[in-house]
């Protein structure tokens, strides 16, 4: 194998390697969110669990991140405004972030 063919394989794993941390940090912020969400809505403990789950089956609509907002902000009308949902996404990357990289 080449010189060129290794530098290849490993900015392709390097790449490969980032997407699949991306992919945790992005599903542990959903989640987060998702039982945020929940308590504000003051969902029971399995109402809790499903709506997690179609909080981070929300991002799977479109690229990017403003699926999620989106459903939050549906879902949360008349409770949590817009720049709120926005603060607690941040809030819950960098936690996630945080968690992800402590692991």
Same mark, same amino acid.
């Given at each position: 194998m080449s010189?060129?063919?290794?530098?290849k394989d490993g900015f392709e794993n390097k790449f490969a390697h980032e997407q699949n941390i991306t992919f945790k940090i992005e599903a542990l912020r959903n989640k987060m969110l998702g039982a945020w969400a929940a308590e504000v809505?003051?969902?029971?403990?399995d109402e809790t669990e499903q709506y997690i789950k179609e909080v981070v089956k929300s991002d799977f609509q479109e690229a990017g991140d403003e699926d999620v907002f989106?459903? =939050? @902000?549906?879902?949360?009308?008349? =409770?949590?405004d817009g720049h709120a949902i926005r603060a607690k996404m941040n809030e819950c990357l @960098? !936690? !996630?972030?945080?968690?992800?990289?402590?692991?």
């Open positions: 010189t060129f063919d290794e530098r809505k003051g969902l029971d403990e989106r459903k =939050l @902000q549906d879902d949360l009308e008349g =409770l949590v @960098q !936690a !996630a972030k945080d968690r992800v990289s402590n692991s």
